[in-house]
């Protein structure tokens, strides 16, 4: 007799289709997340731009759509824009990215122009290429960083003629002090950078490679107000910019230093900078270059300066300066007022 054939068990179809439904699962689970946190990003720029508004800051984003599903969260602006009681901003398309698993950090990428328009002035600047990022925690931004490819900056205005600086690329980079969040510390480099004016004022054609690395003090986000009020704001605060590296090289011609400015009662730059210099030509080599032969030892003989690079120097190569100070409308080396040179009032 012929033994009946045994059915398969249940358990076993369980574990065939088990995979399969729990990717199902996991890809409406992320679906719904994504959606939420799509709901979420909404709701807080409705939030900010809300917020912004109310301090005195309009931001505005034409044909604002959000998209990016299923592992990014995008932002889209066809052209962005924002207006305050003294300046109105305009840049072209903008697209901000963020992660599905780091939806605390954003990253954007913006085409130009950006034109700026404040009072008398216009300012407009072009890029080939310009991405930032900005990283944001529960207490507010964090740090933000910004790179840009050939950027030009031209600034228009009814007191002077036009100026145009151009680069071959420009890196910033923002962060809140870890241990003063009233302190802003900045780090910004600009290669192959062409100023007006600086190949008479340090000698020679070639472009300037320039970095600075500095803490703005009493630095706070507050609602919007005229530059000049914020700027009168932060002066009467005690507000100072630390300077805690600041180097040019242009050519064979060298500047180094570091130093502490502000503004004083007239509204004026004020500080000094601890500087040491090599191979300096043009307007400042007939002060601290060869031309100005030992006046600028004598200086710092009479005053007692050691000869060592100046504080904050890294190139022993260097030769120290007496220190530069901006005092009273004034720039002096040492003891001696620079002619020609007039710090008026910002504001």
């Known amino acids: 007799m012929q033994a009946e054939a045994t059915p398969p068990k249940r358990h076993r179809r369980f574990w065939l289709y088990a995979p399969y439904a729990l990717l199902l699962l996991l890809a409406v689970a992320w679906s719904i997340g994504w959606f939420v946190l799509r709901g979420r990003m909404e709701a807080g720029l409705n939030a900010w731009i809300a917020t912004e508004a109310a301090a005195g800051r309009r931001w505005t984003c034409a044909d604002r759509r959000i998209a990016g599903f299923p592992f990014r969260i995008e932002l889209f602006c066809s052209g962005m824009s924002l207006e305050r009681p003294d300046m109105q901003a305009k840049l072209g398309p903008v697209t901000i990215v963020s992660q599905v698993y780091k939806p605390g950090h954003m990253i954007a990428e913006t085409a130009g122009p950006l034109q700026i328009n404040a009072g008398s002035t216009a300012i407009e600047a072009t890029w080939s290429l310009l991405q930032t990022s900005v990283q944001v925690g529960p207490d507010g931004p964090r740090q933000g960083d910004l790179v840009a490819e050939k950027p030009a900056v031209k600034v228009t205005s009814a007191q002077i003629e036009p100026v145009t600086v151009t680069a071959e690329k420009l890196e910033s980079h923002v962060r809140a002090n870890p241990a003063d969040p009233t302190t802003a510390d900045w780090a910004v480099r600009a290669g192959a950078a062409i100023i007006p004016g600086l190949d008479g004022l340090i000698g020679g054609t070639e472009p300037a490679n320039l970095d600075a690395t500095l803490a703005v003090t009493r630095a706070r986000d507050l609602p919007a107000r005229p530059i000049a009020a914020e700027l009168e704001r932060w002066r009467t605060a005690g507000g100072r910019i630390e300077i805690s590296r600041l180097g040019l090289v242009k050519g064979p011609r060298q500047i180094e230093g570091k130093g502490s400015l502000g503004l004083d009662e007239l509204h004026r730059p004020q500080g000094q900078l601890d500087v040491a210099s090599a191979r300096i030509e043009g307007f400042l080599g007939q002060f601290i270059g060869p031309k100005a032969g030992g006046a600028a030892a004598l200086i710092g003989a009479l005053l007692g300066a050691p000869a060592r690079p100046a504080a904050g120097t890294q190139n022993a190569g ?24 007039r710090l008026d009032s910002l504001y």
């Open 318 to 341: 260097l030769t120290p300066l007496p220190p530069l100070r901006l005092d009273g409308g004034k720039l002096r080396l040492g003891p001696l007022v620079i002619p020609g040179v």
